[in-house]
């Protein structure tokens, strides 16, 4: 695996893999890695012939109450996970590199990128201007990179849906690939967060996920949905949960709904934090059979 960290290193390796006729596949990351990202990396392997895979804190998703000078950054680490998964090149630039006047927040930053129609619902509302830091950041590194196929996984499925619409609506020349949900054993959602929960918080977490099914299976069985996701709420407020937002949505749209019978695939979402860490989760509700 090579590790390049300015743009011009990455450009030399693109243009070689090009004159190889190599399909590039790239996975964006912000580091301490887990098998949710490892497993785009294995798709990406399966699918491409240069796989090159970025790790980068984007400071312009971060908001100012949020945890971007702790979040965790375990190099080393994340390089051995990328080697031993066959990546062919690691980038890793630093921040001037890709902000060169050293911009911190996204009102520094010259360009703003937006897909509004999606991203004001669900994290939108809690984390203002969070989506339009990371929609710029990964246009910007999607410039760089220059990949024929990009990896992006359904557990931050408005991330993913945000990423599917900006390629579709400026006709970027790559191809979005959904990568499933990666669980823990017990069900919990893999998320680099997930270590900061202390002991007591990680037993109580994987109610987040059982919460979901067990809402969904009472929805199928033709429970009003309102009523269900009413008591979901209660219940996982009774479990020691903050409930940020528990709720349907059509898949495309993210348009919340009432009810799960109408001829678009909807998806039960939530955020809730838990001993101070914030933990999303998403499952299908109708139309899909995964999650």
């Avoid at 699918?47 to 998703?61: G, H, K, M, R, T």
């Avoid at 520094?108 to 984390?127: A, I, K, Y």
């Avoid at 410039?143 to 991330?159: A, H, I, M």
């Avoid at 059982?210 to 209660?234: C, F, I, S």
């Amino acid at each position: 695996m090579k590790v390049v960290t300015t743009a011009r290193e990455l450009a030399a390796e693109w243009e070689a893999g090009r004159r190889a006729g190599a399909v590039i596949g790239y996975v964006p990351t912000m580091g301490a890695l887990h098998e949710g990202h490892l497993s785009l990396v294995d798709l990406a392997r399966a699918e491409c012939d240069l796989v090159i895979c970025s790790i980068f804190v984007n400071p312009l998703q971060f908001g100012p109450d949020e945890d971007f000078e702790s979040y965790p950054r375990p190099v080393e680490r994340d390089l051995e996970l990328l080697a031993a998964r066959d990546t062919d090149v690691a980038f890793l630039p630093g921040w001037t590199e890709i902000f060169p006047g050293g911009e911190r927040v996204l009102d520094d930053f010259g360009t703003h990128v937006s897909v509004p129609r999606l991203s004001h619902q669900l994290c939108g509302r809690s984390r203002a201007g969070h989506f339009d830091g990371m929609v710029t950041e990964s246009l910007l590194f999607l410039n760089l990179v220059r990949p024929d196929r990009t990896y992006w996984g359904e557990k931050d499925f408005q991330q993913l849906r945000i990423i599917e619409t900006l390629v579709a609506d400026l006709r970027l020349p790559v191809t979005v690939v959904r990568g499933a949900t990666r669980r823990e054993p017990d069900g919990l959602a893999m998320s680099s967060r997930n270590k900061n929960l202390d002991p007591a918080a990680r037993a109580i977490s994987p109610a987040l996920r059982k919460g979901l099914e067990e809402m969904r299976a009472q929805v199928l069985a033709g429970g009003p949905l309102p009523a269900v996701l009413a008591a979901g709420r209660e219940r996982l407020g009774s479990l020691g949960f903050e409930v940020e937002y528990l709720v349907a949505c059509e898949e495309e749209a993210l348009t919340e709904v009432t009810a799960a019978d109408g001829p678009v695939p909807v998806r039960l979402f939530a955020a809730a934090r838990l001993g101070g860490v914030r933990l999303l989760d998403n499952i299908p509700l109708s139309g899909a059979h995964h999650g």
